[in-house]
């Protein structure tokens, strides 16, 4: 049978990087470790867990269509969360719930850029912004930021990204705490950030979904910079914070007009989250500040064990919950170090290949250590140092 034609985006788009990494699993009789997703073996909150939700009051709100811009009880939640804790000074209406940040981003990749135009990515990037930015026919630019910076500290942050600017480009997509390498950006790092983007009226995409997960040094929101607040948009995530991930609810939150472009995709690609995923997340968002504080000293101490346990050059992350490990002494070649980690995925163990994270990472692969619990975290890790 003879299909049309499928989208130049779609067949442009990468499928799972996981696949080899299965195949090889599939020989593998016990205990699997999935170290390879960004997940955590944290339930909820228990106010935010879909259990203790009272869904018999106004019921008539679960099964009908909700507003665009969202719940208005958690849209007022987040708006108020955003100006106190981010210290964006968003209007009323500058928040909009999404589907996860995944959807976030690219309701704002939609309002703000158009086929043919540049977004420019620090290197290591989470994979899926660069399919976002190539499913609408936009031009991922990979500059090595957080690469250098973690490097060479003295490395000039402007003069890095100065040098990526063309006359294409439109936005920056900057994430921080970083996911895979765990660099929080520090006031000089933003401050460049915002030089650049003003001299050269470039939008910025701040993706800030690990903002609690931080370790060494405080989180700083992109937009709370006063020279970026004008040209951001901040992009949250229930995933990351409450450990929510399965019920898909993020948000974006900057200037009133520009949340009503980003509105308009989000309206026309899910027409509104469910409402009653929205109410667990408010749960958690009201009565979950217990969980992020144990949460982050959890995961704090599995990173420091992680770290220790590891024979392989790693560098510990500032925040996130990913450690971003260096095999280019275990392999190399064309395929990068997929052949170790195949040979890893023999021993039931799955990390993440390092080469979708940007082109100077073929080498490297990303380990989550909130995954499992520590002690399989640490059985996992022993497996990995016999392979190597
Ligand atoms: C940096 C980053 N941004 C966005 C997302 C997407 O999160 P969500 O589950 O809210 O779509 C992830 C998920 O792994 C992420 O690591």
């Given at each position: 049978m003879t299909f049309p034609r499928l989208s130049v985006a779609a067949g442009a788009l990468p499928l799972s990087i996981f696949q080899r990494l299965y195949d090889r699993l599939a020989g593998f009789r016990g205990d699997v470790i999935p170290?390879?997703?960004?997940?955590?073996?944290?339930?909820?909150?228990?106010?935010?867990?879909?259990?203790?939700?009272?869904?018999?009051?106004?019921?008539?709100?679960?099964?009908?269509?909700?507003?665009?811009?969202?719940?208005?009880?958690?849209?007022?939640?987040?708006?108020?969360?955003?100006?106190?804790?981010?210290?964006?000074?968003?209007?009323?209406?500058?928040?909009?719930?999404?589907?996860?940040?995944?959807?976030?981003?690219?309701?704002?990749?939609?309002?703000?850029?158009?086929?043919?135009?540049?977004?420019?990515?620090?290197?290591?990037?989470?994979?899926?912004?660069?399919?976002?930015?190539?499913?609408?026919?936009?031009?991922?630019?990979?500059?090595?930021?957080?690469?250098?910076?973690?490097?060479?500290?003295?490395?000039?942050?402007?003069?890095?990204?100065?040098?990526?600017?063309?006359a294409r480009t439109r936005a920056i997509y900057v994430c921080t705490?970083?996911?895979?390498?765990?660099?929080?950006?520090?006031?000089?790092?933003?401050?460049?950030?915002?030089?650049?983007?003003?001299?050269?009226?470039?939008?910025?995409?701040?993706?800030?979904?690990?903002?609690h997960y931080t370790y060494d040094r405080p989180h700083v929101s992109v937009a709370s910079l006063p020279a970026l607040a004008p040209r951001t948009l901040t992009v949250g995530s229930f995933s990351k914070s409450y450990g929510?991930?399965?019920?898909?609810?993020?948000?974006?939150?900057?200037?009133?007009?520009?949340?009503?472009?980003?509105?308009?995709?989000?309206?026309?690609?899910?027409?509104?989250?469910?409402h009653a995923l929205q109410r667990a997340a408010l749960a958690a968002l009201t009565g979950g500040d217990g969980f992020l504080a144990d949460a982050r000293a959890r995961y704090r101490q599995a990173r420091d064990r992680a770290v220790a346990a590891l024979r392989v050059p790693v560098r510990s992350p500032q925040g996130s919950t990913y450690l971003f490990l260096d095999l280019g002494g275990h392999g190399g070649g064309v395929d990068g170090c997929l052949p170790v980690l195949e040979r890893i995925a023999a021993a039931g163990v799955l990390l993440a290949p390092g080469a979708p994270f940007g082109l100077a990472s073929a080498d490297w692969a990303r380990l989550c250590f909130t995954a499992v619990p520590e002690d399989r975290l640490l059985e996992g890790i022993d497996r990995i140092n016999r392979v190597l």
């Open positions: 170290l390879q997703i960004g997940d955590t073996y944290l339930l909820p909150p228990a106010s935010g867990r879909l259990s203790e939700q009272d869904f018999t009051a106004d019921e008539r709100e679960l099964y009908a269509y909700g507003p665009a811009p969202g719940w208005p009880p958690l849209v007022a939640a987040l708006t108020g969360k955003v100006r106190r804790h981010n210290r964006i000074p968003v209007e009323d209406g500058g928040v909009q719930i999404t589907a996860g940040a995944t959807h976030a981003l690219a309701c704002a990749v939609g309002a703000l850029l158009d086929p043919g135009d540049e977004l420019i990515l620090l290197t290591p990037h989470w994979p899926l912004i660069r399919g976002i930015a190539q499913s609408r026919s936009v031009v991922s630019i990979e500059v090595p930021f957080s690469q250098m910076l973690l490097a060479d500290p003295g490395a000039d942050p402007y003069a890095l990204l100065a040098r990526a600017v063309s705490p970083n996911n895979p390498d765990g660099l929080v950006l520090d006031l000089a790092m933003l401050d460049a950030i915002a030089r650049v983007a003003e001299q050269a009226g470039l939008w910025v995409l701040a993706d800030e979904v690990y903002e929510q991930a399965g019920l898909r609810v993020g948000y974006v939150a900057g200037p009133r007009p520009v949340i009503e472009a980003v509105r308009k995709m989000s309206n026309h690609s899910v027409y509104n989250v469910p």
